[in-house]
């Protein structure tokens, strides 16, 4: 599966692109149909405390995937993000046993 990270008016450290390849990759084990996943980083209202968002978008054959969180940290936005796309993976996958 090919992992893109997009960072919008930041760079992104190479630990926070290291930890986002290895949490996006524990996905193929709920579904062996992804073809790519996109992840953007963004700072909202730099002045707040939860201002971090990471949005993940999989494209899967057939369907698209996509979670959106915002945290105090990338890390934990990231977390949040691949945690919900698990459960739509595991939906996607029980509907397709039901057919």
Not at 11 to 16: I, Q, S
Not at 20 to 44: F, P, T, W
Not at 64 to 80: G, I, L, P, R, Y
């Amino acid at each position: 599966m090919e992992i893109r990270i997009q960072s919008i008016h930041f760079d992104a450290t190479e630990r926070l692109e290291t930890f986002i390849q290895k949490k996006v990759s524990k996905l193929e084990q709920y579904h062996d149909g992804i073809l790519m996943a996109e992840v953007n980083l963004r700072v909202i209202k730099p002045e707040s405390a939860q201002n971090k968002q990471a949005g993940i978008r999989l494209k899967i054959k057939n369907n698209d995937c996509f979670a959106e969180k915002t945290s105090d940290t990338f890390e934990e936005s990231v977390d949040q993000a691949v945690g919900a796309l698990e459960k739509q993976l595991v939906k996607i996958k029980e509907k397709k046993r039901v057919k």
